[in-house]
């Protein structure tokens, strides 16, 4: 059987210096907040090319505290409005719920999976103060467009960087790392490419207020110990699973490539029309966290493949408007992202995905 996602040998090449690290910690006596949690914020800022990291809980925690950090700096207020796609995972939407704005669904384009950025200026109302844009699968949203709307309507836009660990634009020959001037979110889930063992996620900006603030919000609201100035939470990135993560964040790039590595293998050489592969301009904008593609046949496609002893998944099966805890919704209708959510298949993708089994795949899907 080949897995979806072979955790266990992803993380098994970094055991000697996850033993190091795990030494070094409980020698510390310093579990929460200490050097290794500073250390990974300096280097995943400096990795992202921003100015401040602030090491969360999880990911879902660290677009709920941008949010409630704007809500602090007066720049949002609830019941405002955020532009988000219909077609992202439910965590998108619920940290909006969670911070007591309103979520507003807009349709993704159906070749890249992200937001639809000329379906954006139809659902700007008065109540409209943020985007949140969602960098879906690994590919980065059309970021000069949506800014450029923000821009032009006044409006903060947020990244989910959940799935998009080193992507970049090239802007001039330069490399830029996933952000725009805006403030990213970024989950350390174990699935991701960078992933932690465990939970983990980080805020990433270059606003100086709200580095502060969401660094206050995510320690009960206190700056200074036991004097509270916000109503806060205890969110904050775990000593050890920063260790873990100072790790594996040298690796990062290297991994990414290799993922591109086995996506364009399958881009050239799967060949089936029952499928429809991933749309990629080659650039360094995808790091192919999944590799998805569509097909009218879905659960025979994946008994199929089961059959042959290749593991997939599905992200995701139900759209976030016909889930049950959003009852209000289920009337709604997104028919790009109820087409996508029906068709949508992921593929085994890793830094440790053999050549042999990326060709075995390839062959079987060939012969479908």
Not at 149 to 161: K, M
């Amino acid at each position: 059987m080949i897995p979806f996602l072979d955790l266990n040998k992803i993380n098994a090449r970094y055991e000697a210096a996850f033993q190091c690290k795990l030494e070094s910690v409980l020698a510390s006596g310093w579990y929460i907040l200490g050097n290794e949690v500073k250390e990974f914020e300096t280097n995943f800022a400096q990795y992202c090319n921003s100015k401040y990291c602030i090491g969360v809980g999880n990911g879902f925690d660290a677009l709920v505290l941008i949010l409630k950090g704007y809500i602090q700096l007066r720049k949002l207020q609830k019941g405002d409005e955020v532009i988000v796609p219909a077609n992202t995972y439910i965590a998108s939407i619920l940290a909006i719920l969670e911070a007591d704005l309103i979520p507003v669904l807009v349709e993704p384009k159906l070749e890249t999976y992200n937001i639809n950025p000329a379906l954006i200026k139809e659902k700007i109302t008065s109540k409209t103060k943020a985007i949140l844009a969602v960098h879906l699968y690994g590919q980065l949203a059309e970021m000069d467009q949506i800014n450029a709307i923000a821009i032009a309507n006044d409006l903060l836009v947020i990244e989910d960087a959940a799935q998009s660990h080193g992507a970049f634009f090239e802007v001039e020959s330069q490399k830029s790392k996933v952000e725009s001037g805006n403030t990213q979110a970024y989950s350390f889930y174990p699935g991701k490419n960078l992933g932690a063992l465990g939970d983990g996620g980080a805020v990433v900006t270059n606003d100086e207020e709200l580095a502060k603030v969401v660094s206050t919000l995510r320690n009960y609201g206190s700056e200074t110990k036991y004097y509270t100035d916000y109503i806060g939470v205890n969110s904050r990135l775990d000593e050890l699973q920063a260790a873990f993560l100072n790790v594996k964040l040298a690796h990062l790039d290297a991994d990414n490539e290799k993922r591109r590595v086995v996506a364009r293998k399958y881009l050239s050489q799967i060949n089936n029309n029952k499928i429809t592969l991933p749309f990629w301009d080659l650039s360094s904008n995808h790091v192919f966290h999944l590799f998805v593609i569509r097909t009218k046949n879905r659960a025979e496609l994946q008994a199929y493949l089961l059959e042959n002893g290749i593991q997939t998944v599905i992200h995701y099966p139900i759209p976030p408007h016909k889930q049950k805890a959003l009852s209000d919704w289920n009337n709604l209708s997104f028919p790009i992202t109820e087409q996508i959510h029906n068709e949508v298949l992921s593929f085994p993708i890793s830094p440790v995905l053999k050549e042999e089994e990326v060709d075995f795949i390839i062959a079987v899907l060939n012969k479908y």
